[in-house]
Structures are given as C-alpha cells and as structure tokens.
C-alpha cells in the first residue's frame, strides 16, 4: 500500500468503473467493493439490511450471496435485526468495536467526547480509535473472507460508512489495491449517503439524535497511520489476532483476479 497522503480528492474524481452498484431496494451504501486487483462480484459492502425486503432479498440471491458479516454492536444488532427473506446464507456477527465494559475490562478510562457511546463521536478521534480497538474485529473479518465457501459475502454496519468503511479498505491494502482506489471507494459512502452538503441527522438505538458526519481522505488515512506508524505493516497488525500468512494467502487466492 503507498503510504497515505495528507490531501483531498471529490468523491466523483475517485470513483472507478468497476465499482457499481447493484440496485438492492431498501438497502443504503450497498455496492461492489472489489477494487483492482481484485475479482469482481465477490465482496460487497453496505448499511444495515434490517429493511430488507422481499426483492432485495431475490437480488442478493442473484448475486449468489453466501455470507453476511455483521460489524455493529449487539444493541444495533437487536433493535434493528438483519433480515434475510428466507434467504440461504450465514449471518457472522463480528462487532467492531468494544462496548463500553469491555473497554473498561481492558483499563481504558478516558471516555472524554464519547458522549454515551461505546466509540468517541468525533470522526477525528473516531478512527484512530476504531484502528486500535477494532484490531480483533478486523482480524476476524479477514479470517473469515480467507474460508473458501464464504464468498461471496457482504460486510454491512450502520449505514456502511466507518466501521465498514475502514474494515474493508484495510482488506483492500492487504490485496495491494493503490491507495486512490481504496479512498475512491471509502469516499463514495458521501454521495451514496447524500453527505456533500454536510452532516445528517438520524435517531440512534438509543433514539438520541446523533449525526452521520461525511468521511474524507484525511479520515482514512489517519487511522491507516495509526496502523503503520504502531506495526510497521498491516499484516504485523493482524498477526496479534491470530492472522498467519496462510490466512493472508488464502485471502488473496479468494480474492484477487
């Protein structure tokens, strides 16, 4: 991966021809994730699929879905469940983060600007945060998209932005995709979200009105800093996790074209 830079690039400048999106009724953010060098159709990304429906759910077995790896945290999770349709496929709960007593459990004991929440609010300290504590979760996720029959797979979160965005950019710079193409992808979360104006408003699990910031470059690229800067590489972040290089191996033989 080239090490990433300090600017800015519009999210229509970073896009790629080979990263569409397939029309999911219902679905938000829903979309190829598979940059080159990496084989289309087999790893999408996207929010939640607690709307679901019945068409979406047909669209998804058209595109041969096997798995879907769920990133939010057990609360999001039950109060707004995934649906599936009947569909045949496994559904893989890895929550990204931590909540709050686990946190606590591992002696972190500043929770200044988390505001009741299991993650800080700010998507400055934010992400910096999600590559340190979000390791295991990253981990596990690629583990899980190295099995052979898990493919292929959507990694879905909230509204397929943050959690989801940096856990499928560091799949991305593990397959050597270059560092515009992962920040193409990760930023088009802005206009698929409706977030180049800015901020939005939404009612979290808890109803409190909480706000879906839009992601940039800078974002990425500091908690991808964090990664490189603390291990050196993103296998040698992994490693600790569990991820050996027949992992990382088997990764690329399901993944790259």
């Known amino acids: 991966m080239a090490k990433p830079d300090s600017g800015t690039r519009s999210a229509s400048h970073l896009r790629t021809a080979r990263n569409h999106l397939p029309d999911v009724p219902?679905?938000?953010?829903?979309?190829?994730a598979c940059i080159s060098p990496m084989r289309s159709?087999?790893?999408?990304?996207?929010?939640?699929?607690?709307r679901l429906t019945d068409v979406g759910a047909g669209r998804l077995r058209e595109l041969g879905i096997r798995t879907v790896i769920d990133l939010r945290s057990g609360v999001e999770s039950d109060v707004w469940p995934g649906q599936t349709h009947g569909l045949d496929i496994e559904w893989v709960p890895i929550p990204a983060l931590p909540d709050l007593d686990a946190l606590k459990a591992m002696g972190f004991t500043d929770f200044t600007g988390f505001d009741g929440k299991p993650w800080p609010v700010d998507p400055a300290a934010l992400?910096?945060?999600?590559?340190?504590y979000g390791a295991a979760a990253i981990a596990a996720l690629v583990k899980r998209l190295a099995e052979p029959t898990a493919l292929p797979a959507v990694v879905q979160c909230a509204v397929g932005k943050d959690r989801t965005g940096l856990a499928v950019a560091v799949v991305q710079s593990l397959l050597g995709a270059p560092w515009d193409q992962v920040v193409g992808d990760y930023v088009r979360s802005n206009v698929e979200l409706e977030?180049?104006?800015g901020p939005t408003s939404f009612l979290d699990e808890a109803g409190v009105?909480?706000?879906?910031h839009p992601v940039s470059e800078a974002l990425l690229a500091s908690a991808m800093d964090t990664i490189l800067t603390g291990f050196g590489s993103i296998p040698a972040y992994l490693a600790p996790h569990g991820i050996t290089e027949a992992d990382l191996d088997a990764l690329r033989s399901n993944l790259l074209a």
Not at 26 to 32: G, H
Not at 127 to 132: D, G, S, T, V, W
């Open 26 to 32: 219902n679905v938000r953010n829903f979309r190829d």
């Open 195 to 197: 977030l180049t104006a």
């Open 127 to 132: 992400y910096p945060f999600m590559a340190i």
């Open 209 to 212: 009105t909480r706000y879906s």
């Open 41 to 50: 159709g087999i790893l999408y990304r996207s929010g939640s699929l607690n």
